[in-house]
């Protein structure tokens, strides 16, 4: 194959690292950029030329945490905490067939794409338990719209009706036995279906990479967590959970293993350079250092973390620890936009909200940095993605300076992160080639994709009627339980109350 070269002209770059608005050339050689040049030096002959006149150039933005199995389920919730959400599961879930998954990774990722987000870490729930067959057809909707991403199965051999200890036992009979109906999957047949999936996985030429998600600490037996720490050795795939997002999850950690859950995770060796905690709202300094020890990684998603109601993770003290931090949007029905520009900023204003000193708040460059790099390390591609930079991948989102937020256009770090919704991406390239041109998305027919998702959800609600009402026969019981169990005071210093 003869290598095709093009540059970039007239654009200014913005990163939170070298650009705040440079205007200079990037020459792309096939996928990758080859070099960033003034504006003065000669164009090569056979170079194609993109003109960026009027944009603002950004590395494409990385989602760290999200859950594209639930873009189906847009507004579904109100006044949910993560317990009433995860109550809710069985709405978003049970009555999906394999073009449904598909179709929901596939809005997921025109969701995403739109927004400037160019790669991500998909935590999808395949239920009942994760094949290869739908996991590949989720690679396959990642692979048609155009992104990178690391699809990473929730996994986990327990529900959370019974994962939650005590819980079960203050239902009423009858919901009781709804549950028990509901079938544990034996964590042996999850894990090997998973080691099937890695073993065969066709999507790894596309940039697009299979992880574990084991998804709640006390979800998963001990012995299946050291399952997956051994599948992720074995394969060399990484490990993606949620750690310590809720107080509830805290109280029951302690109640449990007599630790927090980071304590807990490190012993049966988890916490390690591969491992990606999400929300870690509910740590102590002990478990922040534990995790900068170890070289893991936190997803940051500040508006779900709002959202649910779960608390403000304590970016500042991770960062100063030396614990690489990425930025997610998590999912649809719990920070309801799949939007990069939005965790952004609310992860800059939340950081505000623990100390007086605005030194230790987070400035414009230092969430466009976690957003791009701190991303990319949470998926282990930090030395190809999250830069503009020579032999990094030419993943760049074109910002148009015509959109009212950049008028008139003072700082550009600091209104693409303060200002920018989404509104202003016009165009949006993965390895070179432009996957939204003019708003306009490449691979996808929108106008069908819409009318699938239409026809979907409805299927889907008409068959959900006896999910529905268990849910909320359950959402009261289940409510006052975990808002009781969490009124559960924490050990003395051993966290840090918001
Ligand atoms: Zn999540």
New binding site residues.
């Given amino acids: 194959m003869s290598n095709t070269l093009s540059i970039i002209r007239n654009g200014r770059l913005v990163d939170g690292r070298n650009f705040n608005g440079d205007s200079l050339n990037i020459l792309i050689e096939n996928d990758t950029i080859l070099e960033i040049v003034s504006p003065h030096t000669p164009i090569p002959k056979m170079a194609t030329v993109i003109d960026a006149k009027d944009a603002l150039i950004l590395p494409g933005l990385i989602n760290a945490?999200?859950?594209g199995d639930v873009s189906l389920a847009k507004g579904l919730g109100d006044r949910w905490s993560l317990e009433l959400l995860l109550n809710a599961s069985p709405l978003t879930s049970e009555n999906f067939r394999l073009q449904d998954k598909s179709l929901a990774a596939r809005l997921a990722a025109v969701e995403m794409v739109l927004y400037g987000c160019t790669a991500c870490y998909d935590?999808f729930s395949d239920f009942p338990y994760p094949t290869l067959q739908s996991l590949e057809a989720v690679g396959e909707a990642y692979r048609e719209v155009g992104i990178r991403a690391i699809i990473a199965p929730l996994m986990a051999d327990r529900t959370f009706w019974t994962a939650v200890p005590g819980m079960i036992d203050t239902l009423p009979k009858d919901l009781r036995q709804k549950i028990l109906d509901m079938n544990e999957t034996p964590g042996d047949l999850v894990i090997d279906s998973v080691r099937d999936a890695i073993r065969n996985w066709p999507h790894a030429k596309d940039s697009i990479y299979l992880g574990l998600a084991p998804t709640i600490p006390y979800h998963c037996e001990a012995s299946f967590f050291m399952s997956c720490r051994k599948l992720a050795d074995e394969f060399g795939v990484r490990i993606h959970s949620?750690l310590a997002e809720s107080k509830l999850q805290a109280v029951v950690g302690e109640k449990l293993f007599g630790c927090s859950l980071t304590e807990y995770l490190d012993g049966l060796g988890i916490v390690s350079s591969d491992f990606t905690a999400?929300?870690c709202v509910w740590l102590n300094q002990s478990d922040i250092q534990r995790l900068a020890d170890r070289g893991a990684h936190v997803a940051h998603?500040p508006t779900?973390n709002l959202r649910l109601g779960t608390g403000v993770a304590k970016t500042r003290e991770m960062l100063k620890a030396g614990v690489n931090v990425g930025i997610g949007t998590?999912?649809s029905t719990?920070s309801d936009a799949l939007n990069m520009f939005e965790a952004m900023r609310m992860a800059a204003y939340v950081s505000r909200i623990h100390q007086p000193d605005p030194e230790y708040w987070l400035s414009a460059e230092d969430v466009l940095l976690m957003a791009t790099e701190g991303s990319a390390k949470t998926l282990g591609l930090e030395n190809h993605i999250g830069r503009i930079a020579p032999n990094y991948k030419a993943d760049l989102v074109f910002i148009d300076t015509s959109a009212i937020q950049y008028i008139p256009l003072n700082n550009p770090v600091r209104q693409v992160v303060f200002q920018e919704n989404g509104s202003g991406v016009k165009d949006v390239m993965v390895g070179g080639k432009f996957v939204v041109r003019n708003r306009q998305i490449n691979g996808v027919d929108y106008d069908d994709l819409r009318s699938q998702v239409s026809e979907s959800i409805t299927r889907i609600r008409e068959a959900s009627t006896s999910q529905e009402s268990m849910v909320s026969d359950l959402a009261p019981l289940v409510n006052h339980f975990c808002v009781g169990l969490s009124r559960t005071k924490l050990p003395i210093n051993r966290y840090i109350e918001s």
Wanted: hydrophobic share 25%; glycine share 0%.
């Fill in positions: 945490h999200t859950h935590l949620h999400a929300h998603n779900s998590d999912a719990c």
